[in-house]
């Protein structure tokens, strides 16, 4: 056998092999961190369900983060807390992605909504309080670097946007150094090495786990919830198809790409 052949098989079974992803919940003493992680295991379960994922809590549990040599991805998840605090578990999650950069430069890194944000926050980009937060299913159009992503094998992209479920206040203002993005208003970024993959929108939310945070609407846009209509509005928002599982589908694939 040559080296070659021994090459392509070596190759052939690091891509059949199980990927292992940590994934960080760095919601703070949140009554649904159960549901968040259910809607990870039931969405990367959806596209492929071999994958082995650890879950990890350093808003909660201090020092409780992944070792990077155990895993293929590690996503940096959401968070019901400003990134921009000083609390110290934030500042441990900071160190940490700070130190994978530095130490596993090809390590996989996703960060999603909060992770999106605190990536962009560390790497030089800027955090701004929004007018209208987004709750619910919303578009996002995919730039030219975006369908060079997101389109794989030359195939068709639709109409160009992807629809994510959306829980934010807070945005992203000013792109980080080093990334490019990939959906209009700073909604997605990949780094420029292909390691760091970031979006705001929440591709393991499903309807059933967006539904939790409905009172969320009082608060940030004064909803009577005594208003069925109101309410059946927002909750219809949450219910719109999405394409929260050809997002996992694609991160999958670009976990295991050079």
Request: net charge negative; proline share 5%.
């Amino acid at each position: 056998m040559t080296a070659t052949v021994e090459q392509q098989c070596e190759q052939q079974c690091e891509q059949e092999r199980p990927l292992n992803i940590a994934i960080l919940l760095n919601s703070f003493r949140s009554p649904f961190i159960a549901e968040i992680r259910e809607s990870y295991v039931r969405s990367i379960g959806a596209v492929a369900p071999e994958c082995r994922l650890s879950f990890f809590y350093p808003a909660d549990c201090p020092g409780d983060f992944p070792d990077p040599d155990a895993f293929d991805l590690i996503v940096v998840g959401g968070s019901n807390t400003d990134p921009r605090q000083q609390h110290a578990w934030i500042q441990r999650v900071h160190h940490f992605i700070v130190s994978i950069v530095a130490d596993y430069p090809s390590k996989k890194l996703c960060g999603i909504c909060w992770g999106h944000q605190t990536i962009s926050l560390v790497f030089g980009g800027q955090i701004v309080d929004m007018e209208t937060p987004e709750l619910g299913v919303t578009e996002s159009k995919m730039t030219p670097a975006g369908r060079r992503f997101f389109v794989r094998g030359g195939g068709q992209d639709g109409d160009g946007v992807v629809r994510l479920q959306q829980h934010h206040r807070r945005a992203v203002g000013a792109r980080p150094e080093g990334f490019h993005e990939l959906l209009a208003g700073h909604q997605a970024f990949l780094s420029y090495n292909n390691a760091i993959l970031t979006f705001q929108g929440h591709p393991e939310k499903d309807a059933e786990t967006a539904k939790l945070r409905v009172k969320d609407a009082v608060r940030w846009f004064g909803t009577d919830l005594a208003d069925k209509q109101a309410v059946e509005d927002l909750v219809w928002r949450m219910e719109l198809q999405h394409d929260g599982l050809e997002i996992w589908e694609r991160v999958l694939q670009w976990t295991r790409e050079p």
